[in-house]
């Protein structure tokens, strides 16, 4: 069979990649093929096809006999519908100042999801028992929004990972004070590849009651789920995200990709490749002198602090970002299609113009 005809023309060189953000990279061929798959006659709309019923499936097999998948467009749409799950209109939600709840959406989950963010600083981006303790009052008090949900990332903004005992411990101390844990999972992948857990072990086992699972930043085209893991936390799960605009008409196109992802271990190879990439491009930045790695490398992301004019001429050679630019410090971020020579090709430029 001949490929299918388009008028569409390539617009970018397929060769170049740059370690701005894993969003930048394309979707992975086994889900293209699987899109593909899905393509073709008539599927029943708005989530009652056989690919999300599947899904249902396997994200059982993941999370839990009691999990229950609800395919959305994106991350912050994830959030947002996942934090208004577990909260009344006048609720609260802890979360590190760092978080990406708090410092990348927008305002989305508090001008969206009508509710209050009550920010903590963290040294790594991660929330600890005695952190969560000083956001952690005043719930017969009407003058403050209401402290209902506790919402940790996995990995965090900062690259860093938390130990399925740091999580259980933060679920423990969480659900003693009557509130709900959400998981931003949209590198949860990343976090299970480096700890060598399955994903239920940072999520459901270790008692988080509602995830954001993200596919865009490991593979996908477009895509994440909602997924509730306690029945009991959530209701009217279908109408909120309905309302929340996050409902697909076609969302066979979303679960495909999910279980493309997630039917064998695809989901895993990818993470665990991008986390390799990451750990090259360390080990190479960390023999430049005068380059500062931040944080530890615990995930995809290499956070590091290095003369700002050094960072805007290689910034015209290979795309990132300043993390924060007054500091100096820029991040970079690995993809499942990132390459050694990559990688190593970064490297070099770097040595280059710190040595001009």
């Known amino acids: 069979m001949n490929p299918p005809k388009t008028d569409a023309r390539r617009h970018h060189d397929p060769e170049v990649r740059g370690f701005a953000s894993d969003n930048y990279a394309g979707a992975h061929p086994e889900v293209l093929a699987a899109l593909a798959l899905a393509n073709g006659g008539h599927q029943v709309a708005y989530g009652e096809d056989a690919y999300t019923e599947n899904l249902q499936h396997l994200v059982r097999s993941h999370f839990g006999p009691t999990a229950e998948a609800f395919p959305v467009f994106n991350g912050t749409g994830a959030n947002v519908v996942a934090l208004q799950a577990v909260t009344d209109r006048w609720g609260a939600v802890i979360c590190a100042e760092s978080a990406h709840i708090n410092v990348d959406e927008c305002g989305a989950p508090e001008r969206v999801g009508g509710l ?26 009407e003058h403050r929004a209401m402290p209902q949900v506790v919402s940790i990332a996995q990995a965090t903004e900062l690259g860093t990972v938390y130990t399925p005992d740091e999580i259980r411990a933060l679920c423990e ?10 998981l931003d999972g949209s590198r949860l992948a990343n976090a299970a590849a480096t700890l060598d857990v399955p994903m239920r072990t940072l999520t459901n086992a270790a008692g988080v009651d509602i995830l954001s699972l993200g596919g865009t930043k490991n593979g996908a085209l477009f895509g994440e789920a909602v997924v509730v893991l306690n029945q009991d936390a959530v209701s009217h799960m279908k109408h909120l995200r309905k309302l929340s605009m996050q409902l697909a008409s076609k969302m066979r196109f979303v679960s495909v990709q999910l279980e493309a992802l997630l039917a064998r271990d695809l989901w895993l190879r990818n993470a665990r490749h991008a986390n390799e990439m990451a750990q090259r491009l360390a080990e190479g930045v960390r023999a430049v002198h005068g380059v500062e790695i931040l944080h530890p490398v615990q995930s995809n992301a290499v956070f590091a602090r290095l003369p700002h004019d050094v960072s805007e001429r ?43």
Do not use: N, S
């Not at 101390?173 to 959400?182: D, E, Q, R, Y």
């Not at 795309?319 to 970064?346: H, I, K, P, Q, S």
């Open 116 to 141: 209050k963010l009550l920010t903590v600083p963290t040294p790594d981006g991660k929330l600890t028992p005695e952190l969560i303790d000083r956001q952690a009052y005043g719930w017969d008090d």
């Open 173 to 182: 101390h969480a659900h003693a004070h009557g509130m709900k844990v959400h």
């Open 314 to 356: 290689l910034q015209k050679r290979f795309r990132f970002y300043f993390w924060d630019e007054a500091a100096g410090d820029v991040r970079w971020m690995c993809a499942f299609d990132t390459t050694e020579d990559d990688v190593d090709a970064f490297v070099a430029a770097l040595k280059e113009e710190m040595a001009r």
